[in-house]
């Protein structure tokens, strides 16, 4: 055990079987293939956020009811790859508290070593009820108590006025299922007459999940109904919000590309949300360079170095925006705000 030098390996060699998810940007399922080749530094983390990896790690021993869940916040350098000397840290420190059971209840002792470990993070409340939802959904397990009135009100009832008893672990329930006809067809008819109380819990629930065609098109109705009043604000940024795992679908970039040509569009919430988690949607040059020239019309410098180097840490996009910031076509103060940042940069 102490030659091992991955969390993989540590959680292969324990006869777990596990799943990787990213918990930093939506809840997104890594695969195992992938997160090796990350934790071998053999290619970037996919989904960085604020230069760290966040990570849910879930395992579970044959015996077990129940999987156990991790979270892992581990730092990343310059070019994305994971920090090295923390994994074998982490390692060490699972090893020193657990040795190669770690499918064991941990003594008091055990307890308090892992709870002292510093990359350990919590997640916000509705990704915590997120990944639950989906685990127990992958695993075949019961859904919590809370689904079924959740399915009971969005189904119309109850009333939607009724929405007080809703809860956001029912919504992430609901979320995880909407492949079945019943809870599809809710959903569609529910979006029109649900107040903003449920509407915007449901597309924080929904980002993490893929979504049918079907529920794909009513949001995006939704959206261009917005765009075409020019309404901008958060039930728009929701709608994207509640699209953004479908983001590189023709039918989301086409929404997008509408919103940014449209000259009276200059909602920062919206901006932000398309960067923060649509952002597969303007991976295309073209795309993204609108998307630049929307950002530095609509905010301040500070506002614009801070999407910018969101961005550049994603692998997605990082190619793209290094090829836009070399074409001289663009506005002068997309020029003016990148002259800015790089000045910024060799001052520091």
Not at 100 to 125: A, H, I, M, R, V
Not at 217 to 244: C, H, P, T, W
Request: charged share 20%; hydrophobic share 40%; with cysteine.
């Amino acid at each position: 055990m102490d030659q091992i030098s991955s969390i993989s390996e540590l959680l292969t060699l324990s006869n777990s079987s596990y799943r990787i998810f990213d918990m930093g940007r939506s809840v997104c399922k890594i695969a195992k293939t992938d997160f090796e080749k990350v934790e071998q530094a053999m290619q970037p983390y996919p989904y960085p956020l604020q230069g760290h990896a966040h990570i849910a790690i879930v395992f579970w021993q044959e015996q077990q009811s129940t999987p156990y869940i991790w979270f892992v916040k581990m730092p990343l350098d310059e070019r994305g790859l994971l920090n090295q000397g923390s994994r074998n840290h982490y390692i060490a420190i699972i090893l020193e508290a657990l040795g190669s059971d770690l499918g064991q209840d941990p003594s008091e002792k055990q307890e308090e070593l892992l709870k002292e470990n510093p990359y350990n993070f919590t997640p916000s409340q509705y990704k915590l009820a997120s990944l639950n939802s989906i685990v127990k959904r992958d695993l075949k397990q019961k859904t919590s108590e809370y689904y079924e009135h959740c399915q009971l009100y969005l189904s119309g009832k109850i009333g939607f006025d009724n929405w007080q008893g809703v809860g956001v672990q029912g919504l992430c329930d609901f979320a995880a299922r909407t492949n079945s006809d019943e809870n599809e067809n809710h959903l569609i008819s529910a979006l029109d007459n649900i107040p903003d109380e449920v509407f915007h819990p449901l597309c924080s629930a929904l980002e993490n999940q893929k979504l049918s065609i079907t529920i794909l098109s009513k949001f995006i109705s939704i959206a261009e109904q917005m765009i075409n009043k020019d309404v901008y604000g958060d039930k728009l940024a929701s709608s994207l919000r509640a699209i953004s795992s479908n983001a590189e679908n023709p039918l989301v970039v086409q929404l997008i590309k509408k919103l940014l040509n449209n000259d009276n569009f200059n909602d920062l919430n919206t901006l932000v949300t398309i960067s923060g988690r649509c952002w597969l949607a303007v991976t295309d040059v073209d795309m993204l360079m609108l998307f630049l020239e929307k950002v530095v019309a609509s905010s301040e410098q500070e506002v614009f170095v801070a999407i910018f180097q969101d961005l550049i840490a994603v692998p997605a996009i990082r190619p793209s925006l290094l090829q836009c910031i070399r074409i001289p076509d663009r506005s002068p103060k997309l020029s003016n705000a990148i002259g800015q940042l790089f000045s910024t940069v060799k001052g520091s």
